[in-house]
């Protein structure tokens, strides 16, 4: 509970850029900056109750990245958190909570429908979706008053369960604006259109991507596996405190999915964490999750350690959802 | 198929399915960004086409369409002659117009516009001589008396015939079908003058070139001989002007088709009447023109901004290509430098014989003050190719006229057009594609942007597939995008199909900016104003792109960033 603690005895306020996003390998201190701010937008709070369900499972967990329980600094926090759709005001997220600290990876799974997709869009600040209730505290900060591009400039990132095409729009130009638009917000000079071909020309060995998918246009004509690469070089060439990826092993055969997992556990450090949705254990044996949450109809009913997904998989859900 | 062109085909497949439609046959709406309900609906001749019997929801809250599908089958007995088609067209009106299930969502359809329809439907174009235009009259004096008299038999038989026509033409005012949403008011309430002979100096013209091929520049409408160079063109191939045409034979062959042409308006009777000469692009049987043929319109006298005098020049291109030739055209239209308010009058007649192509790309960027009329007419022979891609996005008035007449089977066209208003603007096209053969194929795709409040877009485009003309292929799709409260499109996209077995789609969408494609932006840390001018761009760069050769399509590219800029409307 070390950063409860900080929070309150935090700094003034005239504090540097409340936050440092990272695009590239020096960290952001974001540690001490996050708690500078939060004394300014979140009110200290305790965490709920299955956060430290799910703080506990970590410790137990081999593969946990974080060190002791009190050392850990939370990253984004979620509590009772409701969202409707904006044009109907039908109630998809009926008050999830999670709380996701530095250095550890979470996996959400759940059945079709279940809101796993629409919390995350809800997270990145996708128009089509109303917050009605609840919090989200994103590194010590209110995400849910920051515009989508501050999000995303603020160390957020998601992989869109299915990436729409931008036609007109070359991959690359994209990807140059993208980045370009962090380094301004670090207070770094843009990048030329060479000297952004050379940063980003290593990164597609990373993805296994051939050159070719620079000069076409965002997504347009791309195959489902395709697009998710594309997805997740837009993650390696932007970097993200949070990298949220919603079902990014679907649609991929072993090889793609091999060269994914590489490429995010590659990404992965000990400050950053990925929150990942998915309905396979395969992935999860790939990139080892610190926790699994269940969701179902717009909740998170079940949290727990990887054995988790065993159990799923064997029983299904109705052996969850029935406790 | 290449996989460009598979890929493109799928897009328009996906875009004619996803977005909003508003699809007309025969009636034309005007559209305007307003926060009430539009009324849209969908109407096709063909019982298959896609866009029947599917639900278009708007997701925009501003704009809600309630999109009624129609369907029906034209279906005619053999052997009508043209006027007997009017009244089949008439009768479909009519049809529509009492169909029940259509009054909730039309109730604006008056008898009155059909009176209106049937009139112009009738009447094919050669314009009535029931009383003469005075003003036009003053004209065709002025412009008869800018030139010398010609020596040249065919030159001196085009200005005849054009006079003739002029005398019994009128001003189109906005009562003409054709001239419903364009004001040409504008030319006639200036002080029309006509060029009389090309400037002194040419100075101005870029000799140094840093283009990657020679243009043959024509100033204020006049050929400048300087910039002729056919060493490049392969043997046979002639450029220049058809009174220095030496060549009996080719002589012959421009003299059977130029100026032969039933659907010409007062714009084309004057460019008849007041061209200087013609210029002429020959490419004989079976030759391939490798470079393309660079033809540079330049207008250099013309008043500033706000002044009443219009200098009109006449440029006119005739280009005949012979069986299985191939040639690249590129027309661009420009204003000199402080050279404001000026009218270019232009006139291209492209004849493609049997399996011949021609690749003809047309960029008019002229002042945003001057008037730009043009007219390009095509006759396409049987297996023969026409490919027209056009950026056009100059003039206070700028109206293209395309028309193009297959007179042969297995013909293939494809119109590609972009208009941008960024000023107080109109960018009119309107386009005739007439099938008469079987096994044709025609595509056409226009886009159009309005950035400014008083700017707008006018597009009609018809493709006739006639009796004879089946298993045709044919589509059409218009997309706008309108940027500002007040911008206004006014779009007729409109099929007509009397033979039965035929393929054909079209559709017309209006839109603003997906907001779907907005969001992806911002979730990747771009802020929306930047967004928005990367998508207003890539609306039009997909036309851009279609420009065949590089260093028109990086001239294109960066004059339309440039005015997409200078308006700041690729964001507001
Ligand atoms: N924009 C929307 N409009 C209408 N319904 C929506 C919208 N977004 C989500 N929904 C509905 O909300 C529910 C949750 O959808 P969501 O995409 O979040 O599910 P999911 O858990 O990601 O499912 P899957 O495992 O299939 O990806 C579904 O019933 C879905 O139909
Ligand atoms: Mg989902």
Redesign the pocket.
């Known amino acids: 509970m070390a950063w409860q603690i900080q929070c309150t005895a935090s700094s003034p306020p005239a504090s540097p850029p409340p936050f440092t996003p990272k695009c590239l390998p020096p960290r952001s201190l974001f540690f001490t900056l996050s708690a500078t701010s939060s004394s300014r937008f979140c009110p200290p709070h305790m965490p709920s109750l299955r956060s430290v369900t799910c703080s506990l499972s970590a410790v137990e967990s081999p593969t946990s990245t974080a060190g002791l329980d009190d050392s850990k600094t939370p990253l984004l926090e979620v509590k009772g958190l409701t969202a409707v ?4 005001k ?1 109630e ?1 997220l009926k008050g999830v909570n999670l709380v996701v600290h530095q250095g550890e990876i979470h996996a959400i799974m ?12 809800v997270l990145v600040g996708h128009p ?2 109303e917050v009605t209730g609840g919090s989200v505290v994103f590194k010590g900060e209110n995400l849910l008053d920051m515009e989508p591009e501050e999000r995303s400039l603020a160390g957020l990132f998601m992989s869109f ?1 299915a990436p729409i095409e931008i036609p007109g729009v070359n991959n690359i130009d994209f990807l140059h604006m993208a980045y370009n638009a962090r380094r301004k917000k670090l207070g770094e000079p843009e990048l030329g259109p060479l000297e952004f071909y050379a940063y980003i020309y290593p990164k597609l060995d990373l993805v296994n991507m051939k050159t070719d998918f620079l000069n076409r246009n965002v997504n347009e004509g791309f195959s489902g596996g395709e697009r998710k690469r594309n997805e997740i070089l837009q993650l390696a060439v932007l970097g993200a405190d949070l990298a949220i990826l ?2 990014i092993d679907s649609g991929l055969d072993i090889d793609a999915l091999r060269d994914v997992a590489k490429a995010v556990n590659g990404l992965l450090t000990p400050k950053n964490s990925v929150l990942m ?1 998915t ?1 396979y254990r395969r992935l999860l044996e790939v990139i080892k999750p610190t926790c699994i949450h269940i ?1 179902e109809d ?1 909740r998170i009913i079940k949290t727990g350690d990887s054995s988790l997904a065993k159990v799923l998989e064997e029983k299904g859900y109705t052996s969850i959802s029935a406790e | 198929m290449t996989t460009a062109e598979k890929s493109r085909k799928k897009h328009y497949k996906e875009n004619t399915a996803r977005e909003r439609m508003i699809s007309f046959c025969g009636e034309l709406e005007r559209w305007e960004p307003r926060p009430y309900p539009c009324r849209c609906f969908v109407l096709c001749f063909r019982p298959l086409c896609p866009l029947a019997n599917s639900e278009f929801a708007s997701p925009s809250p501003l704009r809600k369409s309630t999109a009624q599908p129609w369907c029906c089958l034209l279906r005619r007995a053999a052997g009508l002659s043209r006027s007997s088609m009017a009244a089949l067209a008439f009768t479909h009106q009519n049809f529509l117009q009492f169909t029940p299930k259509l009054t909730p969502s039309k109730p604006k359809l008056k008898p009155k516009r059909t009176k209106t329809k049937l009139s112009i439907q009738t009447i094919p174009t050669s314009p009535q001589a029931s009383f003469t235009d005075q003003f036009v009259l003053q004209l065709a004096d002025s412009l008869e008396d800018s030139l010398p008299s010609s020596s040249s038999l065919p030159l001196q038989k085009l200005r005849d015939n054009s006079s003739e026509t002029l005398v019994s033409t009128q001003w189109p005012s906005r009562k003409d079908e054709s001239f419903r949403f364009t004001d040409t008011s504008f030319i006639k309430n200036s002080d029309i003058k006509p060029i009389s002979r090309p400037p002194e100096s040419l100075a101005f013209l870029d000799v140094s070139s840093d283009a990657q091929f020679k243009s043959f520049d024509f100033v204020d409408g006049f050929l400048v001989d300087s910039s002729f160079d056919s060493s490049n063109f392969p043997d046979g191939v002639y450029v220049g002007s058809l009174l220095k045409l030496s060549s009996e034979g080719i002589l012959k062959r421009v003299c059977e088709f130029l100026g032969d042409f039933e659907w010409g308006d007062l714009f084309w009777s004057v460019n008849g009447l007041g061209a200087p000469d013609v210029t002429v692009v020959y490419v004989p049987e079976g030759c391939r023109v490798e470079n393309p043929i660079y033809l540079k319109y330049i207008s250099v006298e013309g008043g500033d901004g706000g002044s009443k005098k219009m200098p009109v020049s006449n440029p006119r291109v005739f280009v005949l290509v012979e069986k299985g030739g191939e040639v690249g055209i590129v027309e661009e239209f420009v204003g000199k430098e402080g050279s404001e308010c000026y009218w270019t009058n232009s006139v291209l007649e492209v004849v493609v014989g049997e399996g011949g192509k021609v690749r003809h790309s047309y960029v008019q960027r002229q002042s945003l003050s001057a008037a730009h009329i043009k007219w390009t007419s095509v006759r396409q022979e049987s297996t023969s190719t026409y490919e027209l891609v056009e950026v056009s996005t100059g003039g206070k008035l700028s109206r293209h006229n395309v028309h193009v007449q297959q007179v042969g089977s297995d013909t293939v066209t494809e119109l590609t057009t972009f208009h941008l208003s960024v000023g107080d603007q109109t960018q009119d096209l309107h386009s005739r594609i007439i099938l008469d053969h079987p096994r044709g194929y025609s595509q056409q795709l226009h886009k159009c942007i309005v950035a400014h409040s008083s700017g707008q877009a006018v597009f009609d485009g018809n493709v006739k597939v006639n009796r004879y003309a089946q298993q045709t292929d044919a589509g059409q799709l218009t997309r706008s995008l309108l940027l500002e409260p007040r911008a206004t499109v006014n779009v007729k996209p409109n099929l007509q199909i009397i033979a039965d077995d035929v393929k054909c789609s079209h559709g017309a969408a209006i839109s603003d900016l997906e907001d779907s494609q907005l969001f992806y932006f911002q979730a990747r840390g771009i802020d929306l104003e930047t967004a928005r001018k990367a998508l207003v761009f890539s609306f039009g760069a997909e036309v851009i792109d279609r420009l065949p050769y590089a260093f028109v399509q990086k001239q294109a590219k960066d004059h339309v960033k440039e005015l997409l800029e200078s308006t700041g409307k690729g964001s507001s």
């Open positions: 759709i904006a044009e109907t039908q998809i759940g059945k079709n429908g279940s809101g796993k997709s629409t919390f995350s869009k089509d979706y369960q919603d079902e949705i309905h969701m717009g």
